[in-house]
């Protein structure tokens, strides 16, 4: 997006207005507003929020580890340890209780202590044991584990709960799409700037690269790079996932770069002295970003898509990983617990759905074609 | 045309040197190698002894740098050696050969039946336009378009294998039961039936939808043009002007749509094959992968990319036939 300053007073009086010209809208705000009309568009981005905001606050819907507590006169929070465990390992009260924590077990190392605890008490990685928690059995294991009203959406044959597993899994679906969709972004846009703006054998050269790239199949080319490997982390199939899928951007890019490259503007921006890479960077692509606004809408849907294939073929991150994917892996292994397939599967559709809605709203809202078509 | 399709030979055979390169270079630097994959398997006493390992590496041409052992694949493959599976001590174009018939048999009806439900959902679409029976539908084909195949294929398993268990309703994963040889005819046809028929449509469902939206996008736009309110106004029927008039200026984008759906129908599907043990192509390349059979992976990536290109190639050259417009030179 750029800022504009407002347009200048004209020097000269031009013909008298019979009318004040209403304040034009920017490029911007006119894409939101179509966007708006569209309800299930509207709809896609809540749940896009909605899931932000629950992985946002994974730690305190659910997990073991007290949300805020005040042990030995200091405020902690060792429910930070589900996002960065080291965090969490500075904390005395994480090296007094050794991680287990429960009320009775604080009131015993500090009488004067107290904690707010998750909504639910359940662990993502691990089982819950009986009186983990005053008064509460221990996760079921096996068949045991159908849905219950200790465990809403049952656990995995090892008693591990589902709900706690998917609502911390949504950090890693959420992270996922935006970081390898980010840095597929980064590569697309700036290798199809650079074939667009100059043309010439770098054109050539980078547009065989990304035959290449396409030239093999996305899945082959991904497993290859992470068997490379040696042990797999999240972090790796993201950045994977990045480097595969950005040839659609560039190519993208790369027309839209040859077509404004020969503008008027850019032309004016030359002649007043502009260098290089101010007319790529402050001139062209903020006009060229519109268009690929929506492949990379659609590239975080099939990013989520991937990865959590990659957990259920078990090339994935090895637990402990609380992707959805890898509840979906010990679905297939135990296929008559069908609460692994079904609330797994469901929140990875309603996730590619929504971006997908997204994506589809946005094409609509920045087609020039339907604009014209609206006025 | 000649220059041109000397031209695109040629870029074609550059890209597949890099692209093979790329993934040989790979495959060579993974952890682990065909002999300790297939020793771990072994109990621990019959276990290689150093001596052995090195004297099988050398056996195996693995103890060359992987752009020597590269370019010696590269020398043999005009002559169509594509080298010796590890695992299976065969010819890797045999190893091949054998799950091309299950891939094909499963994607050619795949693709034939989203053909023939497509084109005839499109046009449904595009003639009840913003009713309720069209949204609906158009929802629908949304939803499917949206499932991830996976998700599906777990789903229906549970509900066909698992839950109508010793029903005659049951569908079972894998190819065929293990008494397939024992079968009469008509038997065998029921037996590879049952098998073929999740799979079946898992494989079809997406491109389905997305068939059939993209027939219906292209229609909308076919039918607001001058020409069909011509036609119209000369008294061509509705039928008429729907197919010959305007689902016939819709075959441009829809035939390079068929060229890019070429490497799919050999390549299979990795993670549908997998969870239906269907012994297709994509599961012969995961299992390459995981017992790293490097000449089985090198074979099928070659094809993936030949075909890749080949179906791109066929686009463009089907994209000149429908539209004549359009010419290379």
Partial sequence: MTLRSPPPEPLTAGPPASRPRPPSRGYWSEVWRRYRQKRLGVLALLYVVALSLVALLSPAIAGTKPVLCRFEGRWQAPCLGYFVEKWEDRMPVARKLRKRYSPERLKEADPESWAIWPLVFQDPYRRVRANEWPGRPGNPSGMEGRPSRLNWLGTTPTGVDVFAQLVHGSRVALLVGFVSTGIAALIGITLGALAGYYGGWLDVLLSRAIEVVMCVPALVLILALLAVVDKTTIWHTMVVLGLTSWTGIARLMRAEFLKLREMEYVLAARALGAGQARVMFRHILPNALAPVLVPITFGIASAILIENALSFLGFGSPPPNASWGNLLKEGQRSLSMWWLVLFPGTAIFLTVLAYNLIGETLQEATDPRLREAAK | ?329
């Fill in chain 2, 1 to 329: 045309m000649t220059t041109y399709l000397l031209r695109r030979t040629l870029l074609g055979l550059v890209t597949l040197g890099v692209v093979t390169m790329i993934i040989y270079g790979l495959i060579r630097h993974m952890p682990g190698n065909p002999l300790l994959m297939a020793a771990e398997n072994l109990d621990p006493s019959r276990r290689l002894t150093k001596e052995d390992q090195e004297r099988m590496l050398r056996a195996y041409e693995l103890d060359k740098p992987w752009y020597v052992a590269y370019v010696r694949w590269l020398v043999k493959l005009p002559r169509g050696d594509l080298g010796t599976s590890f695992r299976e001590r065969r010819p890797v174009l045999q190893v091949i050969g054998q799950r091309v018939g299950p891939t094909l048999l499963l994607s050619g009806l795949s693709l034939l039946l989203t053909y023939l439900i497509s084109v005839p959902i499109g046009l449904y679409c595009t003639v009840r336009s913003s009713r309720l029976d069209e949204r609906l539908t158009s929802v629908f084909l949304y939803i499917l378009y949206s499932l991830p195949t996976y998700v599906a294929a777990l789903g229906l398993l549970v509900v066909f294998y698992l839950k109508l268990k010793d029903t005659p309703w049951q569908l079972k994963p894998g190819m065929v039961s293990d008494d397939f040889a024992m079968l009469s005819f008509s038997g065998k046809v029921q037996d590879v039936a049952r098998h073929l028929l999740l799979p079946l449509v898992c494989y079809t469902y997406g491109g389905l939808a997305y068939f059939s939206r993209f027939i219906k996008a292209n229609m909308e736009e076919a039918i607001r043009q001058d020409y069909i309110r011509t036609a119209r106004a000369k008294g061509a029927g509705p039928v008429r002007v729907l197919i010959l008039h305007a689902f016939r200026n819709t075959l441009i984008p829809f035939v390079t749509l068929l060229g890019l759906t070429l490497p799919g129908i050999l390549s299979g599907s990795i993670i549908l094959e997998q969870i239906f043990s269907w012994p297709g192509m994509g599961m012969l390349f995961f299992e390459a992968l995981n017992v790293r059979d490097y000449p089985v992976i090198m074979g099928l990536t070659l094809m993936f990319s030949v075909l890749t290109l080949l179906g791109q190639f066929l686009a463009d050259v089907l994209y000149a036939l429908v539209d004549p417009r359009v010419t290379y030179t």
